[in-house]
T-cell receptor, first 113, second 107 residues
Framework: DTEVTQTPKHLVMGMTNKKSLKCEQHMGHRAMYWYKQKAKKPPELMFVYSYEKLSINESVPSRFSPECPNSSLLNLHLHALQPEDSALYLC????????????FGQGTRLTVV | SQQGEEDPQALSIQEGENATMNCSYKTSINNLQWYRQNSGRGLVHLILIRSNEREKHSGRLRVTLDTSKKSSSLLITASRAADTASYFCALYEKLTFGTGTRLTIIP
């Protein structure tokens, strides 16, 4: 299995809602990443987990809360988002914690209304 | 953090032609990667080239690295419609990306 699976594929949420994005990989990769991507822009790194510990937080607002319950699973908890947070959220994983030869999921298209 | 700068920002070519895009950077690197992103989808890793390598091939892809000029190029030969995508280079150990090159192959 060489896939990174993200669920849901699409999500519409209100500004007062709490929701979670899920990312799963079964390749034994030790690093996992969250990115935010707006239309026609490159992916922006949000968080990196290395060996299940948060190693990088790119000054992301606290309304985004990552969680890595185990080595295969990465969650992104969302609360009190703003319409400008609407974007494609991508998850990635890599065996090498330096991000070499990473695999990406297909993303969750999030719309905040 | 440091990231590469790809150029051109956009490139349109006829199907069957070759496409070349470049990535420049500012400080020393240990390795450089190229990724492709089809519209609205996840990124796909194409090639990793290490600082002690000058050229690498994978199918129709050829990547060169010139550490003295701090630049890399990605050549796609005999382009196909399916090559239409954005291409990004990634340099450093945080897996961050520049603005990318949007490649359009005209059938």
């Amino acid at each position: 299995d060489t896939e990174v699976t993200q669920t849901p594929k699409h999500l519409v949420m209100g500004m007062t809602n709490k929701k979670s994005l899920k990312c799963e990989q079964h390749m034994g990769h030790r690093a996992m990443y969250w990115y935010k991507q707006k239309a026609k822009k490159p992916p922006e790194l949000m968080f990196v987990y290395s060996y299940e510990k948060l190693s990088i937080n790119e000054s992301v607002p606290s309304r985004f809360s990552p969680e890595c319950p185990n080595s295969s699973l990465l969650n992104l908890h969302l609360h009190a988002l703003q319409p400008e947070d609407s974007a494609l959220y991508l998850c990635a994983s890599s065996q090498d914690p330096r991000g070499l030869e990473a695999f990406f999921g297909q993303g969750t298209r999030l719309t905040v209304v | 953090s440091q990231q590469g700068e790809e150029d051109p920002q956009a490139l349109s070519i006829q199907e069957g032609e070759n496409a070349t895009m470049n990535c420049s950077y500012k400080t020393s690197i240990n390795n450089l990667q190229w990724y492709r992103q089809n519209s609205g989808r996840g990124l796909v890793h194409l090639i990793l080239i290490r600082s002690n390598e000058r050229e690498k091939h994978s199918g129709r892809l050829r990547v060169t690295l010139d550490t003295s000029k701090k630049s890399s190029s990605l050549l796609i030969t005999a382009s196909r419609a399916a090559d239409t995508a954005s291409y990004f280079c990634a340099l450093y150990e945080k897996l961050t990306f520049g603005t990318g090159t949007r490649l359009t192959i005209i059938p």
